[in-house]
Structure formats: C-alpha cells, structure tokens
C-alpha cells in the first residue's frame, strides 16, 4: 500500500442547492465518501490480517514458541470478522423513518423526496403497512413482500401496501420497494426511506421501534398544519428517546399551504406551532436547543405542493392547484432536505463507521502488537543463537587445533615406538645370530650321510631354527614391546577423552580394548634364506697341503674383511691392492686343489726332505705324520660328519641372516606402527564424529538465524504497514468522525 486512501471530503452547498439528479455537492455525499474510504480501509485490513495470518503459521511451526496457541487462534479469527466488517459495510445505509398519524401525508413527503410518486396516496388511511425504499442495481423498479423472494410488480404496490386493498398485510409487516439507483439520488447515495401506518391505528408501537426503528438515523414527524402534536406522537417519540441515545427528530408542519386562505393567521398559527414543537424537542425529549430546533429542526411545508413541482411526468398530475405563497413553501422544503441531508449523513456516517473504525483499530493494535512481540523475540533470540555460534566457531576451531595435536602427537609417538621396536628387534636378532651355532647344536635328529636323506635332515633343521629363533625373539621382546604398546594406548585414549564434551562417546572410547591377541610375527623363513646351503662332509686331514692352504687363504679373507669393517673409506690404491690379493690367493688354492690330486708333488716334496734331512727322520716324520691322518680318518664318525655339518650350516646360515636382519626389524617395527595407527583410528573417529555434530549443529544454527532474520524483517514490515493502515484509520476518524469535522459538516 502506497499513499493515503483517504479521500477528499465533499464540499456542502448552502440553502440554495440545486435540484438536479447529478448534485454530486450533496452533504450525502459525506456518506458515500466515508463508505468508500472505510471499505478501502478494510479491504487493507483483510490483505493484512491475511498477511499476518500466513506469517504467524509459518511462525507457529517453527517451535520456538513465538506465539501462543491461544494467540494464534484469536488472530485466525480476525479474517472471518474483517469479512463481516466489510459485509456490513457494503449492507450500510443512511435510514430515515416518517411517522405520524394517519392522513398527514407522510406518503406524500416521501414521493416528494423522491420526485415521484410511487407510494399510494389517498384520502383517508392509505398507507397500511412499513413500506420501504431502497435501491436497486436493476433497470427495472420491483416490490419484495413479506415471506417471498419472488419480485413483483410495483404497480402490485397498491393491493399490497395500501389500507384500501382487500389483501391487508400486519401493520408490522414490511414490504421493500426496490428503485433503480439512477432514477433518483436520494436511493443512488444509499438513502432508505421508510415509510409507517399512521401511529394511531396500532398500540403496538414497541415492536414497531424494536423491528424497524432501531437502525434509523433520523426520524420525521410529519403533523397536519390543521392540526397539532398529539399524545399518541409524543408516546412514539419518548419509546424512541428511550431506546436510542439522542435520535435525530424532524418536525414537517405539512399542508401549510391551507394558510392562504387565512393570511392574517398565519404568523401566530406559525408561532403558536414552532412553541409547541420546540416545547417538545426541546424541553420534553432534550435533543437540542432551541435555536437549533429553530433554524434546523422544524419546517413549515406543503408536500403536496413540492411533489407537484417536482414530477417529471405532466400526465401523472396537473401543474395547476398552487395556492398563493408557494415558492416559499418550496423553498422551506428544499432548506428541510438539505438540512436533513446533512443531518442524517453527518449522523449515519457516525453511527455506522465509528464503531466498525474502532474496531479496525483494534484489530490494527492487536496484530502489530503481536508481529512486533515476534520480532522482538526473535531479535532476542537471534543474539542469543549469534552468542551460541560464536561459542561453536571458538570450540569448533579448538577441537581443529586439537585434532590437528593429537594427530601430530600420536604420529611422533608412533614413530618413536616404532623405531625402538626396530632397534630393539635388531639387537636381538644379532645376538641370536651369534648364538647360532648353540641353538643348532640343540637340534637333536638321527643324523645320516646318505645323500637321499640329507635334505630331510637339512628341511627339519631349517623348521626347528625358524620356529627357535622366533620364540626366542618373541620371548625376549614381547613384555618390552607391549610395555611401549599399553604406554602409547593410554596416552592415545587419555588425550582423545579430553578433548570429548559427549559422555556416551568417552564411554565408547574407554570402551576400546586393544587387540589381546597381537603379537610381532619374525618370519625368517630358513627354507629360502638357506635354500643354496651345500654342505662338505668328505673327510679331509686337518694337516694336508689341501687343509693347510685353506685355512691360510681363510685367514687371508678374514683379515681383509676385518679391515673393511674397520675402515669405512678405502682408497682407489688400496681397494686394488685387496683385489689383487684376492685373485692370487684363488690362483694358489686352485693350483694346491690341482696339486693334491697329483701323487707326483707328494714324491717330489718327499724326495726333496730326504734328500735334506735323511732316511730315519724323514721315517719318523712320516710315522707320525700318518699316524696322525690314521687318527683322524678313524675319528670321522657320524657324530663327527654331523658336527661339520651344523658348523657348516651355521657359518652359512649366519650371513644369510645378518643380510635380512633390517628387513625382519622394520617388518616388526611396520606391524607395531599398522597396530597403533589402527588404535588410533578408532579412537581419533569418535573426535571426527564430535566435530561433524559441532558442524552440524552450527549448520542448523545459521538456519535458525536465517529463519530469525526473516520473522524480523517480516515482522518489522507488518508492523509498518499496520502503523500506515493505523494512520489511514485515524486520517479518516479526524476527517468524518472528529468533532471538528461534524462542526464543518453542520456549517
């Protein structure tokens, strides 16, 4: 809504207004502005109250208990009412009641209101029931009788409505005359004329008043000019007092025109009528005082006079039969219909749309106040959803920053155990390396040379140093390798549960057993490393050129890896002087394994002995020197086969191990690290999933907040339009309801 909808109230014509149908200056006017502008008003209200309505159920599903049920419902209800309001509106009318005995020409009054005669007229008592006027849309003028919908005829109006007719309906009955809107302005402007039976053909005047008075904004008293007040008038007129607060009252002294025929009696006839009619208004009834009664309350007329001026038909009644003074008669008529319009416009505009502004107002109130209670609850909740995301945020960011800890933590922790567990499995396997040949000479298994059964003895030993070695290792590592493992699962779990705010997931993480069953697996696996193992079991004298060679050539090797050991770097001259060694002394063994074989060499060294040392030495040497050879080849058992054996297997065995001793140290320390960072993946998820609910819960926030942002500005802009629709309602209380506006309204 944009601008005001009040409209510009319509300026009033003095005494001399004009008489055409189209006066769009007429103090009616007033009401149909004021009609048009309420419902404008509450055609508003109802776009808003459906605004609001919509408002307040998204609101009310929100759960945050912004309204109450209660509130809610009232306000639901504010729909249905606006539509009555506005019902009501459209229904609303200004309604002027004529009464007063029987043949005073109240009839006559009101065809001359309405510059046709369409009520019957006659001699007597004419009128026998409340005929009413009111306007129609139609082209057609139609009659509506009592307990029918059926329209009839207006020419029908005569057998209907007037005494003289056979069919008499109840003298409380009501027949509605329906008038097309264009052919008058006083219906076209939403006047309603009703029409009564003389007030002295019926004692029940009451039910008169209760059926269809009570509704009227001004009543007419039409009395005979021949004639005075009578009691039966005044009766009706207190019940009315009584049942209305301050009615508006009109007094026509009709048939004034039978004064032109007394002229010398027409100032104190005039006189001695106006004293008794401001008697009545006045100090009787109390309604006004009398200078207003004077001047606005009382005229002097001649219907029949004014009906005859005013029909627009020749044929329907003749121009002539004016008495003499007649223009002023007109005149007084005209000054009655224009303070009657003004009277009852004023008056009806009062009655019908101050209550129904009120009423506006208090819906206005009612919904502003509880948009405005919306927003500001929402307001008060936004701060504190705002303060609740900014805690989230700050231990959001914490729980990041003790994540990315934890993490950094368990893997330098992880890598520290584990490269003790490297070192410590390389430490004992290179003792259990030298302690070899020990271990071997436990294995205990029938021993044979049979070459078909030597590999059956060589798979059983390789199985028994596997299985040995490995128990060995696991027995001298598993308390200290468990020791680190327990220490770093306590530090784990401690540091992961203080960083945990939910209690069932610390319970979860307490809940977290390391695996009972692990345990470092050293596979050596004997069979492959020792798969080229060829043993050498032929016997051999220990003093044979054969022997003593190899062992020289042994002690050479030796020697020279002791020097590589000791000394990291080599020089180029060196490192050749070690190869060339290295070559000859594999020349002179190949030349002593050629030279043994050769019986020639063994004469040759023994012709040379003797030749130097003689016969009986060269025996004696020779005594010995065989008597030795015949002890050892006695000596050369199985046992002794067997022994060479295990020496040869464990030299062997040796240094194939002590090449795999870093790959079986970082397999243990790799099976130690894949257990731990399983442990710590189980642990650490509970501090993820404590994370992804802080980010959900800040999501949903956010949401909240949106959700908040939008009921505040919603809010604040149903309570702007409902102030500009509050100031539209007090714009038009000032221009048509205000004392001020009825005081311009009456000048």
């Avoid at 490393?529 to 002690?555: A, H, M, P, Y």
């Avoid at 019986?599 to 010995?624: D, E, P, Q, Y």
Wanted: proline residues 2%; hydrophobic residues 35%.
């Amino acid at each position: 809504m944009s601008g005001s909808i009040i409209r510009e109230k319509p300026t009033l014509l003095g005494p001399s207004r004009q008489d055409s149908v189209n006066n769009s200056n007429s103090p009616l006017k007033l009401f149909t502005h004021a009609k048009t502008t309420i419902t404008d008003i509450f055609k508003n209200i109802a776009l808003y109250v459906n605004d609001s309505n919509k408002f307040l159920d998204e609101v009310s599903k929100s759960e945050r208990n912004l309204i109450t049920n209660e509130k809610h419902k009232d306000i639901q209800q504010l729909k249905e009412k606006v539509n009555r309001i506005l019902t009501i509106i459209s229904r609303d009318h200004m309604k002027v009641v004529f009464f007063g005995r029987t043949s005073n020409g109240k009839s006559t009054t009101v065809n001359a209101m309405l510059r046709e005669r369409i009520l019957p007229v006659g001699m007597g008592h004419t009128t026998n029931c409340f005929l009413q006027i009111e306007g129609t849309d139609k082209a057609e003028p139609y009659v509506l009788t009592p307990g029918s919908d059926e329209p009839k005829s207006v020419s029908s109006l005569g057998n209907v409505g007037s005494a003289l007719s056979r069919e008499k309906l109840d003298s409380d009955s009501l027949v509605k005359i329906l008038w097309p809107k264009e052919k008058c302005r006083l219906i076209r402007d939403d006047v309603v004329l009703v029409d009564s039976p003389g007030i002295d053909v019926s004692a029940n005047l009451d039910q008169w008043i209760e059926n269809h008075c009570l509704d009227a904004d001004v009543f007419v008293l039409v009395i005979s000019a021949e004639a005075t007040i009578t009691v039966s008038e005044k009766k009706f007129l207190h019940n009315v007092a009584q049942r209305l607060s301050n009615p508006n009252i009109f007094i026509l002294m009709n048939r004034w025109d039978a004064t032109a025929n007394e002229p010398e009696m027409v100032d104190s006839v005039r006189q001695q009528h106006l004293d008794r009619g401001l008697e009545f208004l006045c100090d009787e009834l109390h309604i006004c005082d009398r200078k207003e009664a004077s001047e606005h309350r009382m005229f002097f007329i001649s219907a029949r006079e004014a009906l005859l001026k005013r029909n627009k038909d020749p044929t329907s009644s003749p121009r002539t039969g004016f008495s003499e003074g007649h223009e002023e008669r007109f005149t007084e008529f005209n000054n009655f219909e224009h303070e009657f319009e003004k009277c009852i416009s004023k008056t009806a505009v009062q009655t019908k749309f101050e209550q129904h502004t009120n009423r506006g107002k208090e819906i206005i109130s009612l919904l502003c106040e509880t948009t405005s209670n919306i927003a500001n609850r929402s307001q008060t909740l936004k701060q504190e959803f705002v303060q609740k995301l900014t805690e989230m945020d700050e231990k959001n960011n914490k729980l990041e920053r003790e994540l990315r800890s934890m993490t950094e933590t368990a893997k330098d922790k992880i890598k520290h155990v584990s490269e003790d567990v490297y070192k410590r499995v390389a430490q004992t396997l290179n003792d259990e390396i030298r302690r070899l040949y020990t271990l071997i000479e436990e294995f205990d298994r029938p021993f044979s040379s049979d070459p078909e059964q030597i590999p059956l003895y060589k798979r059983d030993l390789h199985r028994w140093v596997e299985d040995r070695l490995g128990s060995n290792l696991q027995t001298r590592l598993h308390s200290a390798l468990h020791s680190s493992l327990d220490h770093v699962h306590r530090e784990i779990k401690d540091r992961v549960k203080s960083v945990l705010a939910n209690n069932e997931r610390i319970t979860l993480v307490d809940s977290i057993v390391p695996r009972s069953d692990f345990a470092v697996s050293y596979r050596l696996d004997c069979s492959n490393l020792c798969s080229d193992f060829r043993e050498d079991i032929q016997f051999k004298f220990s003093l044979g050129f054969t022997s003593l060679w190899q062992k020289f050539v042994q002690n050479q090797k030796e020697s020279i890896t002791g020097s590589k050991s000791n000394h990291e770097l080599v020089s180029p001259s060196a490192s050749s002087l070690l190869s060339s060694t290295n070559d000859l002394l594999t020349t002179a063994n190949n030349i002593s394994a050629l030279t043994t074989k050769s019986g020639l060499v063994a004469l040759g060294g023994c012709a040379l002995v003797w030749r130097s040392v003689g016969w009986k030495v060269l025996g004696v040497v020779a005594g010995i020197y065989g008597s030795l050879y015949l002890y050892e080849r006695v000596m050369w058992t199985k046992k002794a086969q067997e022994r060479a054996f295990k020496r040869q297997y464990a030299d062997y065995a040796s240094s194939k191990m002590k090449l795999v001793v870093d790959m079986t140290s970082g397999n243990a320390s790799a099976q130690v690290q894949q257990e731990l960072s399983m442990y710590f993946a189980q642990t650490i998820r509970y501090v993820d999933m404590e994370k992804d609910d802080l980010t959900d819960s800040m999501k949903q926030t956010k949401i909240e907040i949106d959700h908040l942002l939008k009921y505040i500005d919603k809010g604040k802009k149903l309570k702007k339009q409902g102030d500009q629709i509050d100031n539209e309602l007090s714009d038009f209380s000032k221009q048509y309801l205000s004392s001020e506006s009825l005081a311009n309204t009456n000048e």
